[in-house]
């Protein structure tokens, strides 16, 4: 793999536990740092997002530890509104990147949901499925 795309593929369309572990793993390996993930191995801060999906992926892998220590991570860099940016470096704390940034957020919501509700979200989850139902009308 190249980059942290790895964990968005396989938040919907896992090819394979075996593979998916490993991908997993090496994501984590090769673009951790910090306690983010790095959307590609040169880049030198953490992108909030991709570390979110992380989480994600962790957590609907059962590894809810691993996931738990990666959310706590990120999630210790927002400022003191817990407001979060897009990036963050990873040696000074420092927000990089749009402020505040409404994916990051979202990828912390979905995080969370999925940390706590882990066997509620399938590989075949989409945003998609949030989308309001049509209300049935009572007579």
Request: hydrophobic share 35%; proline share 6%.
């Amino acid at each position: 793999h190249e980059g942290a795309d790895v964990v968005v593929h396989y938040l919907h369309d896992s090819n394979g536990a075996e593979d998916t572990c490993k991908e997993i793993e090496a994501v984590e390996r090769e673009l951790g740092a910090g306690g983010l993930i790095r959307r590609w191995p040169d880049d030198p801060s953490g992108f909030l997002i991709c570390t979110y999906w992380l989480v994600e992926c962790l957590a609907l892998g059962g590894a809810t530890e691993r996931a738990t220590s990666w959310f706590r991570s990120a999630t210790a860099y927002a400022n003191d509104l817990g407001l979060l940016s897009e990036e963050a470096d990873p040696g000074s704390g420092e927000l990089l990147g749009n402020f505040p940034q409404t994916f990051s957020h979202v990828g912390l919501i979905n995080a969370a949901w999925c940390l706590a509700h882990p066997s509620t979200r399938s590989s075949s989850w989409s945003p998609q499925d949030l989308r309001p139902q049509p209300e049935e009308h009572q007579p």
